[in-house]
């Protein structure tokens, strides 16, 4: 990347399951991938996050 540079961000949800450890939260793997303005992959990285699961939401 250099400055000047237009990034487009997109994140695909990969895997998701409810806690075990911690009850009305749920665990999702998403992967982001950074392109260019030329179309060209400059960065891609995984990351679990952990979220209030709807369950709890709706509670």
């Given at each position: 990347?250099r400055?000047?540079d237009v990034?487009?961000v ?5 895997e998701h399951r409810l806690?075990?450890s911690h009850?009305g939260?749920?665990?999702v ?8 303005q030329?179309g ?16 709890t939401?709706?509670a």
């Open positions: 990347m400055p000047g990034i487009q997109r994140r695909t949800t990969l806690s075990r009850p939260r749920g665990l793997l998403s992967e982001f991938t950074l392109t260019n030329q060209e992959k400059v960065m891609t990285m995984r990351a679990w996050s952990m979220i209030q699961s709807r369950e939401l709706s």
